[in-house]
Nanobody, 124 residues
């Protein structure tokens, strides 16, 4: 599976950005999907995840209430809507796909495929 992330760029504090991640194959619905981010000098961290049929999502405490993950299996695409942006949201954002169970969704090691990353920079 190839994952292509897009939608990053420069945002202002308090503003919004929407990331998209398109998958290359029609078996997209087999995968749980996650978004991770990595800021300079920091480890990659889990941001949000969604199960196969969209009825369960989970977000990290650092973005809870501000970021929303969703997916459209008909379009083989997962989204990350980012509202109320903060400068500390600045990072490279990665989408990832996993065949694992949803309970492991926070763990980077269970993901089988990763996108190339898209830079998000939030100015104060």
């Amino acid at each position: 599976v190839q994952l292509q992330a897009s939608g990053g760029g420069l945002g202002q504090a308090g503003g919004s950005l929407r990331l998209s991640c398109a998958a290359s194959e029609r078996t997209f619905s087999r995968y749980i999907m996650g978004w991770f981010r990595q800021a300079p000098g920091k480890e990659r961290e889990f941001v949000a995840g969604i199960n196969r049929n969209s009825d369960t999502t989970i977000t990290a405490d650092s973005v809870k209430g501000r970021f929303t993950i969703s997916r459209d299996n008909a379009k083989n695409t997962v989204y990350l809507q980012m509202n109320s942006l903060k400068p500390e949201d600045t990072a490279v954002y990665y989408c990832a796909a996993s065949l694992s169970v949803f309970s492991a969704i926070r763990k980077a090691g269970v993901y089988n495929y990763w996108g190339q990353g898209t830079q998000v920079t939030v100015s104060s």
